[in-house]
């Protein structure tokens, strides 16, 4: 029994620093990420399956695994304080004690080195942004404390992973990849908006800040559906941009109608199914629109 325990020790506390960093959330952006890097491998006519290409893929899938991992590691450190007072947040391993703090730092260190080696693999461009990235996803943890609108001080944030996955190819920065960009942005925005509705309360007594405490429950979640119709419109202008086909956007009439049940589920005196299950709703929608462009790719390319 003893020897069971040992071996299972240092699982559990795996699947304990995946569940301090939602490691399961990184397909909220990293789909978004490939799909701008498919689209730059498009225009520079590289091929897909190249040993290049692929190895290209590997370091950008690495570069945004490290990136999420340090920035959701660095708001868990920074954030104890109020996660511990915060019913829906006081059973996390990092208020617990389950993980220490110097077990967080490190695993910051870790992810954020992780983030500039991918990127010094890609080329000189990602590699002189690296820490302005490390930056900006860091800075967002700090805005709830100052200013009401730090959802699309996350937005932008997260948004800059389409940019990043487009330099990562090309060594530059399109049009389309700050579309890609701004559709992320509105809809992580949006998306947070809703989710700050869960610490409405909390975060009033708390002295922190968002726009559900700023501008009540209804105006909230008109500004969130303000947010997604122009995720929805930056997605139409993508796909007409780089001239995608018919399947992309039966992509984005799905997206789109997975957004607008979101909305629909609902309303100002009954949030009650903002629950886990509506969350991954927005893991659904970014897979779907990366599978929708390889499709259209393969079809009519």
Not at 89 to 110: W, Y
Not at 249 to 272: A, C, M, N, Q, V
């Amino acid at each position: 029994m003893n020897r069971e325990k040992i071996t299972l020790k240092p699982i559990l506390n795996i699947t304990k620093y995946f569940e301090l960093i939602k490691f399961s959330h990184t397909v909220f952006a990293l789909p978004f990420a490939l799909i701008s890097s498919i689209l730059a491998t498009r225009e520079l006519q590289l091929t897909y399956l190249s040993v290049k290409t692929l190895e290209l893929f590997a370091w950008i899938i690495l570069a945004m695994v490290g990136a999420r991992s340090g920035a959701m590691g660095f708001n868990r450190l920074i954030d104890a304080k109020w996660d511990a007072e915060n019913p829906r947040t006081a059973t996390r391993p990092s208020v617990t004690g389950e993980i220490g703090r110097i077990s967080m730092l490190i695993m910051i260190l870790i992810s954020f080195s992780l983030l500039v080696i991918s990127a010094w693999n890609l080329n000189s461009l990602a590699f002189r942004l690296s820490p302005f990235a490390i930056f900006l996803v860091c800075f967002y943890s700090y805005t709830k404390r100052f200013t009401n609108y730090s959802h699309l001080f996350l937005g932008i944030a997260i948004g800059s992973a389409p940019v990043a996955g487009w330099i990562a190819i090309s060594g530059s920065i399109s049009v389309s990849s700050l579309i890609i960009g701004l559709s992320v942005l509105t809809w992580i925005a949006g998306f947070d908006i809703l989710y700050a509705l869960q610490d409405l309360e909390y975060d009033k007594t708390a002295g922190l800040h968002s726009i559900p405490v700023k501008f009540g429950i209804g105006r909230s979640l008109r500004m969130a559906k303000l947010m997604h119709f122009i995720t929805i419109l930056c997605w139409c202008f993508l796909a007409y941009r780089e001239s995608l086909a018919l399947i992309f956007y039966t992509g984005i009439l799905i997206s789109s109608f997975l957004l607008i049940w979101e909305h629909r589920l609902l309303k100002e005196d009954d949030l009650s199914k903002l629950n886990i299950a509506f969350f991954n709703m927005n893991a659904v929608i970014s897979v779907t629109m990366f599978v929708a462009l390889i499709a259209d790719i393969l079809v009519f390319s």
